[in-house]
Every structure is written in C-alpha cells, then in structure tokens.
C-alpha cells in the first residue's frame, strides 16, 4: 500500500459515526485473527460477555512504536482495567494476583511469538484492621503511610514453536505506583510515578501502574451509530477514566529476528487461575477493535481464549465485516464490495513494503517495522497521512485509529476516498515525553469542592464546612445535624435488635 498524504482537515463528521464502530471493524477485520479481550475502545474495553465481568483481566489497548527519545528501542504499553473511576475507593484497582498478564513478540511473521514478558503481582498490606488504601499523605513508595501496595515479577520467556526453549526473570519485587487516591493522601503523584521505573539488566525499562486510558473516541458509536443521525459524536467517553498500564521498553535488537528482518508482531494476553490451580487464557488483543466491533457474540468469548496462529478461524469476520453493511442500512453509504482481501492485508498481514513480514501468516497481531525512525511531528492519522512511524505500522499513544480504521473500512485503499471519524481528534490530557509516556491519572479528589471550602482549607475545615446547611454558619446548627444523625443511628439500632428479635423467634436462618 503507497501511503496517502493527506490532511485529514475537514472530516465530515459522519465518519464519526462509524469511526467508532467501523475503526472497530477495520481494526476489527485486523482482528479477525484470534484477538483476545484486550485493548479498551482501541480494541476492547468490555468487549465480550464473560470479559466483561472480569475487570481485572481485561486488555483494553496495546501500543508499540519505536521510542522517540531513545530511537534504539521499542516501548510497548498495555493496558488492563477499563472504565476505572478515580474516585472507586476504599480498594481502588490493584492488578489481580492469579494472573499472568503476557506481551507476545513474534519476530518472524509465523504467528507464533517467540518471546514473552510474564508479568506477575503481589499484593502487601501494612494494616489490616482499617479500611484504609492509605492511612496518611503518601510521599513515596514505601512510604508507611500507604497501607496497601503490590509489587511485580518479570520472567522472559522463549520460545521455539510453543515448546519452551529458557525461562529467565529479569525483575524482582519491581514497586507498582498506585492508585492515584486525591491530592490530599497523594499531593505530588508525579513523585509516585517517577519511583515506578525502573531499570533491568540490559538496558531494558519497565513501569507498572495507574494512567490516564490513552485511548480516546466517542462511544455513543453503539447507540445505533452516534445515535442514527450523527447526534452523538465529538464526546471523549473515556475522558476522566484511568486504567491500569504495563510499560516495557526494550533494546530493539534484543525482541527483532535479525537487523535484516526488523518487523516484529506483538499482542497481549491475560491467563487466570483457575480452582484447580491451572491457568487458562481469558483475554486477548493485538490491534484494536477486533473482539470489539468485528467479531459477533457468538466468536467473542472463543476469540479472547485463542492464539494468533489459529485466526484463521474468524477469517470471514474480516471478509465480510457488518460493520459496513450496517453504515449502509443507516447511513446509505455504499458498503465496499466483498470479500475484503484489503483488510487482510493492512490488518492480518501487514501493509506490504512497510511492516509485512516475509512469509507472513495471517494473524490479529500489532505489527511494528522496527526500523521506521520516529517523527518530530507525528500525524494523527498515520500512514494514510503519509506518516509511515504510526498505525497500522505499530501504534503510538497519538495515533487516532478509529478515523484512520474507519475510512479503510469504508474502501479508502479501495478508491473510495473519505475523511471519516468521530470527531475526537486527540486524548484529553497531553502524554509524557519520556518512558513511560502515558499520561498521569486523574485523581480521586477531583469535581467541585463542598461549599464554603477552598483549596488552601485542610480536610478537617472542609468536613466542617460540608456539613452546614448552605449560608448556616452557627455552631447550633452543626449540633442539630450531629443529634439528628445520632438519633438515626440509634433507631437503625433498635430497628436491627427487632428484627435479630423477630427472626430468632420464628426460627429461620438466613
């Protein structure tokens, strides 16, 4: 595929309606593979009913390109946890302890990854008899103020067709940055963040912790297509969500096949434990959108359980997607002609001359040409852009690919020229310029302060403040409150004793 130089200005904002749901499809017909649960609006946030209940295993994203601040290595981040409220305490969102969340490298285009990062936590807590994630301000990663931390193992696997050729750990006892609770328990979370990078042997990086879902679209996209006519679009559905973000940056000699062959394939997955104490794999995702919008219910479960070398079982899902049928039937765009080997091509294989590996097989994999040099100015829409450092050729943190998927879904490689999206241009919050260039997680203090309080008041004044009637400003008032609220305790009390009273006596367990 010649990339296209375009602007991309001037989008009709209908594309937005099927940005969502066709960047879904056109990523989705890359997913046709065997994409697990796995990347959020990207690629899967929710996506399929049994991942949906699981929060804590489910890939929201996966993103891979070569680091613009170190151009001699990779970075890959995945995500886990959709749809994080930052606010979702006293627990707030540890990575699970029966999982091994995986990254996946297939280096020679075979289907089958040859390394894997395993990623493994372990939850610590200080004090177990208060409620408290934290029982103080929190000025560092150890700090004993922060009651309830985890902490990461890495093992790198290789592997020579799913046969285990070594197994090494590269990383013991790695400190997670937690969740960012509010600027009271954690007034200087950048602090936090910086603490949670760390550096492995080799001149590897890796950071695990909260971050801003980097994933930015509107999702009205299932409201029957931004609402049938284009009146649900232009809103950042995942802005104010965080999610939890592995971040590993790697030498990009130690992951490619060899300096001549430097396009290397990548996905993530997430195997639990089960009662038996065996894992089995519930979550999957290589390029987004996938499970999401291109696979129907009935494959959605069996693709987040499979592997890349097994997609073409979901082969027709890419060929002959719904997605542009359903534009067609709202819409009344014409949908392209099937089969659509066009979307094989850019999404299962790779776009030929730029991240198509030889002797390619078919996959849902995240295909990355290590050798493509970074941009100062890097193009939202990538490749068709002309911006040959972004997606599909990877996929950076600014890479907007529900417009760039949805327009190749709509034909845009097959003549059928269009400037389709969402009308969601950008993240909500600027990324970082350095690993691990996620963007900081938004707080749990954050929305407006109780009347009468100020930034500068402490917490015991604004507890105060929060309790008087609006414009009361006596201490009689306060009493008031203090005495109604002890008479309801005491009368839920007697209430309590009543019933404990009345079930004892008819003799019924519950």
Not at 286 to 302: A, H, Q, R, T, Y
Request: contains cysteine; charged residues 25%; hydrophobic residues 35%.
């Amino acid at each position: 595929m010649t990339p296209i130089s375009r602007s991309g200005a001037g989008r009709k904002h209908l594309a937005t309606l099927v940005c969502g749901a066709l960047a879904a499809g056109g990523l989705a017909a890359a997913g046709v593979t065997a994409l697990e649960p796995g990347a959020a609006a990207a690629s899967s946030h929710r996506e399929a009913p049994l991942i949906s209940g699981q929060p804590q295993y489910d890939n929201t994203d996966v993103y891979a390109f070569v680091s613009p601040d170190k151009p001699d290595t990779t970075t890959i981040v995945a995500n886990w946890i959709p749809f994080e409220e930052p606010a979702g305490g006293p627990n707030f969102f540890p990575f699970a302890e029966d999982a091994q969340y995986d990254i996946h490298i297939d280096n020679n285009g075979d289907a089958q990854g040859e390394l894997l990062y395993r990623f493994t936590f372990k939850t610590h807590v200080k004090n177990e008899k208060t409620f408290l994630y934290n029982t103080g301000p929190v000025e560092s990663l150890d700090d004993p103020d922060l009651n309830i931390t985890q902490t990461y193992d890495i093992d790198l696997v290789k592997l020579k067709d799913q046969h285990l050729v070594s197994k090494t750990k590269v990383a013991d006892d790695v400190p997670v940055a937690p969740s960012n609770v509010g600027k009271a328990s954690m007034p200087d979370y950048a602090k936090l963040r910086d603490q949670a990078v760390h550096e492995l042997p080799g001149g590897s990086t890796t950071f695990a912790g909260q971050a801003d879902d980097p994933f930015f679209l509107d999702l009205r996209v299932f409201d029957l297509l931004y609402g049938g006519n284009l009146t649900e679009v232009g809103n950042d559905t995942l802005k104010g969500y965080n999610v939890n973000s592995i971040a590993l940056q790697v030498p990009t000699h130690m992951i490619t096949e060899s300096a001549e062959q430097p396009i290397v394939g990548i996905w993530s997955t997430t195997q639990r434990k089960n009662a038996q104490g065996y894992y089995s794999q519930v979550s999957r995702l290589g390029m987004p959108l996938v499970n999401e919008v291109v696979n129907p219910i009935k494959d959605k479960d069996k693709f987040n359980a499979s592997a890349p070398w097994d997609d073409a079982q979901f082969l027709k899902n890419v060929t002959n997607p719904e997605l542009p049928k359903l534009i067609e039937a709202i819409y009344k765009i014409d949908a392209p002609d099937e089969p659509r080997n066009d979307l094989v091509d850019v999404f299962l294989k790779g776009v030929k001359g730029l991240n198509q590996p030889p002797h390619v097989v078919a996959a849902e994999e995240l295909r990355l040409n290590t050798s493509i040099k970074p941009v100062s100015d890097p193009k939202r829409l990538g490749v068709l852009d002309g911006d040959n450092a972004g997606f599909p050729n990877g996929r950076r943190l600014t890479d907007d690919v529900i417009d760039a998927s949805l327009q190749v879904v709509e034909g845009e490689l097959l003549g059928a020229k269009n400037d389709l999206g969402d009308a969601v241009d950008k993240n909500d919050k600027d990324f970082e310029k350095a690993f691990p260039y996620v963007a900081l997680p938004t707080e749990g203090s954050r929305g407006p302060l109780a009347k009468g309080t100020t930034d500068g008041n402490d917490v015991r004044s604004q507890i105060g403040d929060a309790l008087q009637p609006a414009g009361a400003g006596g201490s009689d008032d306060t009493t008031l409150i203090a005495a109604s609220a002890g008479a309801g305790a005491a009368g839920i009390l007697l209430i309590g004793s009543a019933l404990m009273w009345w079930r004892r006596m008819r003799g019924r367990a519950y």
